[in-house]
């Protein structure tokens, strides 16, 4: 299976200029997955609910999305990709599967981070694995990588790979995310965009450092901090069924789920 | 508070001339709380279940506990130790704290680690935070590093310190309870013995590397793989009470607990 990511540089706000940029970019990769940032065309540093509005896009009739269909279809692959979703009343950060037949999974951030959470609404559609072929992909934004619970539910409902679309700023998600595919053993392609969104009320730097991790935590791929990457390669999806960690060990086997109640339990106090 | 952990070399099977070092170690030590490494006292590479029942003790009328008890009262100060317990008719790696007073609590292993499947029963006592004046605590062995609902069910209960005997001898352990750390902003001392088990049926090596991580996933120090090391220091656990990693997020408030059923469903298929 061939996988990858594209880490770019969106331009806030030009969303038919940062779609153009990808298009071309895409057009002619051999792959059957690729998976690009968070908030992909529309950029990421708004400066309030009202710029959101302006620019998300109800995946049901938008141009954005029909062009990557007919991206997906020319190409024969899928896109994973960030979203800025109009849904009726509410915006989401959202991120799309999406191939060649259109939309097949919408996934809206469970864990908004910082500043978002005055742009956007909580995420309310449950973690779920879809398929491609035989392999299932699990799918995740940015900072839902602090939450262990998440890839965690993903791996538990089968995903073999955790595609996981970030405009991230803090430093310590990479490493993390190489525990989450030792912890969980899973395959994980994290895209993160780089460059800056330049906005009035300041400027927001993005660290890149796209990268393919397998199963078992060993980094496969790492991109450049602050440069253009398009990359793909063959991984073995079915290494991510081997759960074994010892002869006699599995991480997901070996849970004792009944001494994790309180993981579920409501928040009070 | 000063805390610390005793990194040594048990000798297998020699509980006395272990308990002995470790009570000449401690005799001076000026501290509030001290972990020790997983079967501190018994050594760790058991060729079968005979040998776990000749040397395991019952606490509740051990040589060692009542040993370690009057160490605790002369210096003042408590003590978490990996312990090989003996249950009635079951036999646990359980980690014992222990205070002036005797023991205050008995934490069982839940994660069993390869062969100790052979030679324990699974741990049966719910995870459970405890005081040390108003500072909290929760004990977890070695393996259950694997598994981030060990971490996040003492974080949610309140813990401030996570108190770690280990007998690693993989090398992840040490990098993952940064990210440990990191997603529960709590405190952790994972204390690890060094040195070999030579048992009739192979060696085991164990990679010392013992350390004591801040919240936020800050490495403080960490003892060398291959040097007996007693190390104590000054650590504020108020620190462990500020969960925000932004001025908009905090890693235990904002988790969504009604999307993380999963992880509290018992095994099927």
Redesign the interface.
């Known amino acids: 299976m061939r996988v990858g990511y594209y880490q770019y540089r969106p331009q806030f706000g030009k969303v038919s200029h940062n779609l153009n940029k990808v298009v071309k970019k895409l057009g002619s990769a051999a792959a059957d997955l690729i998976v690009l940032p968070e908030l992909a065309f529309t950029g990421y540093y708004f400066r309030n609910k009202a710029e959101v509005k302006a620019l998300a896009e109800d995946p049901g009739r938008s141009v954005t999305v029909d062009t990557l269909t007919a991206l997906c279809k020319k190409q024969n692959f899928r896109i994973v990709t960030g979203f800025t979703e109009k849904a009726r009343d509410k915006y989401f950060n959202s991120a799309l599967l999406i191939g060649p037949r259109g939309v097949e999974h919408v996934y809206r951030k469970?864990?908004l981070?910082?500043?978002e959470?005055k742009w956007f609404d909580?995420?309310n559609i449950?973690?779920q694995v879809n398929r491609i072929g035989p392999v299932r992909i699990g799918i995740m934004v940015c900072?839902d990588w602090?939450?262990?619970?998440v890839t965690?539910?993903l791996a538990?409902?089968g995903a073999d790979i955790i595609c996981h679309p970030s405009n991230l700023v803090l430093g310590?998600c990479q490493?993390?995310m190489?525990?989450r595919c030792?912890?969980n053993k899973v395959y994980a392609i994290t895209t993160n965009r780089f460059g800056y969104d330049n906005r009035p009320q300041g400027n927001l730097r993005f660290t890149g450092r796209s990268q393919i991790v397998a199963p078992g935590?060993t980094l496969i791929h790492r991109a450049a901090s602050q440069r253009e990457e398009l990359f793909i390669m063959d991984i073995d999806p079915r290494l991510a069924r081997d759960k074994s960690?010892?002869?006699?060990?599995e991480?997901l086997?070996?849970?004792?789920?009944?001494?994790?109640?309180?993981?579920?339990?409501?928040?009070g106090k």
């Not at 086997?253 to 928040?267: F, S």
């Open positions: 469970l864990h981070f910082n500043e959470k909580e995420g449950p973690l900072f602090v939450f262990p619970e965690r539910t538990l409902q310590y490493q993390t190489l525990t030792l912890e935590g960690i010892t002869p006699h060990n991480v086997r070996d849970r004792r789920p009944e001494y994790y109640k309180a993981l579920t339990q409501k928040k």
